[in-house]
């Protein structure tokens, strides 16, 4: 089988990984008609494969040939074709890669390769989480289908980033009836449009409306009496929330609030809170609302039959407003790549791993807890801007430069899982921890919280202040002061 075709237009072409994917993909290359990829070599480190030919490609070496046959053959492309290997065995191969100038690409995993049709049209561009250098999270896949299946579950926020994957697992669950509630319709319109078609015999209920809307909530909650209750609504933009801090108020902590009231008022089983890492030791206002909703959480589990929990977690992957979309932008307009500190750190989980370990938090929760999601080591910005030219096939600082705009407004080198006075305790999965709630007086709080709504409908007060007469730890910056 001949696959040099001498075709100026043609990447000459690396394969790692001399398998069943990799014939695969030279037969699938093979059928087209007219294809760019030239594959010259294939790299495996089983040494019994080495000096072989598979489907007429000579395997070269192992991996310690990569670098060596990239200058020998002069490679534009690697293609990583072992869809079985570990994250960590994938990280290891791909780190060597990413010394080269290739451009990087990979074959998903195996379950996604059963259509023998599918690998030329699978290969995908590298993903960060791909160099994440852990496993991914596994949940208890069971326990929370036990616990779903049959509910009457509500996401609000069903249409964002993090609501729209919940929505996603708990319609593999199989419950009753899943009500999706989202102020934006567009989102919502889109996720529902993708539920129907996987999930057609789903009961499917999508409404559009604020959760600080308390007539509309109200209404919602009366008519269908979810079960459960994900809370994913809020404003997370942190710098938007910096030149706009009463509407983070407004509609982080009294949607909660709202929510969080009619789960009591219509006898909810379970309210969950997705809450961030951000309400730890907070310096914006963005992460000071969320930490009056982890507030409120434990507040209204003092005097309630529902139980209200919430999950603190770190960024995630891919999500909407996150840093790899941007930097893939970036890099596709030709840099410069922006970061805004070279020693800018943060938790990163993907966005499925995390919700999948909000749900078994969840579906084990017995009430006030604040589940607190263990997301690995923290990863430098600056390492994923490099590491992500790299594996798009340029030079970081030479073909694509990376620029350090400074710290945004309420911005922080690090941030931090739990506050200095809460106590982790281990829970079943070795990935989620549970932080022993402080001490807070219920009645005093809510006295504060009806002030704080005040001020918050006063366009012209002082609310960072207000805020922190509530959240003693916020870090107001003198500039807001």
């Known amino acids: 089988m001949e696959y040099r075709m001498n075709d100026a237009r043609q990447k000459r072409t690396m394969i790692i990984g001399a398998g069943d994917a990799c014939k695969e993909l030279l037969w699938d290359i093979a059928r087209q008609d007219s294809c760019s990829l030239d594959v010259v070599c294939i790299i495996d480190d089983n040494q019994a494969k080495v000096g072989t030919l598979v489907e007429g490609v000579p395997v070269v070496g192992n991996r310690k040939k990569i670098l060596t046959a990239v200058s020998e053959e002069g490679i534009d492309l690697i293609i990583f074709a072992i869809p079985s290997a570990s994250i960590k065995q994938r990280q290891e191969l791909l780190q060597i890669c990413k010394e080269t100038e290739c451009k990087l690409q990979t074959l998903p995993s195996l379950s996604q390769l059963v259509d023998p049709d599918a690998s030329i049209r699978l290969v995908r561009e590298v993903n960060l989480e791909d160099l994440l250098g852990r496993e991914l999270s596994q949940a208890n896949g069971k326990r929370i289908t036990e616990y779903l299946s049959g509910k009457v579950v509500l996401v609000t926020g069903g249409g964002g980033s993090i609501g729209g994957e919940l929505c996603r697992q708990i319609a593999r669950a199989n419950p009753s009836r899943l009500i999706l509630l989202d102020i934006y319709e567009n989102s919502a319109y889109d996720i529902q449009q993708e539920l129907r078609e996987a999930y057609p015999k789903l009961d499917l209920v999508v409404l559009i409306g604020s959760v600080r809307n308390t007539l509309r909530v109200d209404s919602i909650m009366k008519k269908y009496c ?3 209750i994900y809370h994913a609504a809020a404003h997370k933009h942190v710098p938007l929330m910096e030149d706009s801090p009463h509407e983070a108020i407004k509609n982080n902590v009294f949607g909660t609030y709202n929510m969080a009231v009619m789960a009591d008022r219509y006898h909810c089983k379970r309210f969950v809170l997705i809450s961030t890492d951000k309400a730890v030791n907070p310096t914006n206002i963005m ?9 409120i959480i434990q507040s209204m589990d003092a005097k309630s039959g529902t139980d209200y929990v919430a999950v603190r977690f770190g960024n995630v992957l891919g999500s ?8 893939k932008k970036q890099i596709d307009a030709g840099g410069p790549v922006t970061v805004t500190h070279p020693d800018i750190n943060r938790f990163f989980m993907t966005i499925s791993e995390a919700v999948s370990l909000v749900l078994e938090a969840g579906a084990d929760a017995q009430g006030g807890e604040i589940f607190v999601l263990d997301m690995g080591e923290p990863v430098k910005i600056a390492d994923m801007a490099e590491n992500l030219i790299r ?6 600082g030479q073909d694509i430069q990376i620029q350090y705009t400074g ?8 941030e931090e899982i739990m506050m200095d006075d809460e106590d982790l305790r281990k829970t079943s999965n070795n990935r989620i921890y549970i932080a022993k709630p402080l001490e807070l007086n219920v009645e005093m709080f809510y006295e504060t919280l009806e002030k ?6 006063d366009e012209e007060s002082d609310i960072r202040g207000a805020v922190k007469g509530i959240v003693p730890e916020y870090a107001i910056r003198e500039e807001e002061e």
């Open 287 to 295: 992460g000071a609302s969320k930490r009056i909703c982890e507030l």
């Open 407 to 414: 710290l945004r407004p309420g911005e922080k080198l690090y």
């Open 452 to 457: 704080l709504k005040e001020i918050a409908y």
């Open 226 to 228: 979810p079960d459960i």
């Open 320 to 327: 909407n407003g996150s840093v790899i979309p941007l930097f």
């Open 391 to 396: 594996l798009s096939g340029f030079r970081p």
